[in-house]
């Protein structure tokens, strides 16, 4: 159980950068060169440089060189994973009728959410079939 907890704590700490956040944004759009990602940020290219050095260890980006250029893409599947780590440390184990109104509310969007995330997901299989 430590050794869980100790990876994805370091997990979390990838993503506690806003400029880090802001760069899987972008990457979700589509693979971007270095130099486009600073523009998008106003950012300097050693500082992305940076935030992309962080990324590309914890393998949630790729990069592909094209010349003189790098272009960075999203690996969607390891994101994934970041993502199921998160929902398995913010589930809740308690039952739905003794919680108070203000979670309950709070379950019904992530419910939302999550329904709307899977209709995404069906959406992206039945595309990668055809």
């Known amino acids: 159980m430590q050794l869980q907890t100790k990876d994805t704590a370091e997990r979390f700490k990838v993503l506690a950068a806003g ?3 802001a760069i899987i ?3 979700k759009q589509g693979p971007r060169k270095v130099s486009e990602i600073c523009e998008a940020l106003g950012a300097s290219q050693p500082a992305v440089s ?3 050095k962080i990324l590309k260890a914890a393998g ?3 990069d592909e060189k094209d010349g003189y250029w790098v272009s960075y893409s999203l690996n969607t599947a390891q994101l994934l994973e970041y993502k199921l780590d ?3 440390v913010c589930r809740c184990s308690r039952e739905s009728e003794s919680q108070s109104l203000p979670e309950r509310a709070l379950l019904e969007v992530y419910k939302e959410e999550l329904e709307r995330e899977l209709e995404e997901v ?3 299989l039945k595309q990668s079939k055809g």
Do not use: M
Request: proline share 0%; net charge positive.
């Open 19 to 21: 400029a880090r956040l």
């Open 25 to 27: 944004e972008l990457l």
């Open 50 to 52: 940076q935030h992309l």
């Open 60 to 62: 949630l980006v790729s």
């Open 86 to 88: 998160l929902n398995g």
């Open 122 to 124: 069906k959406h992206q």
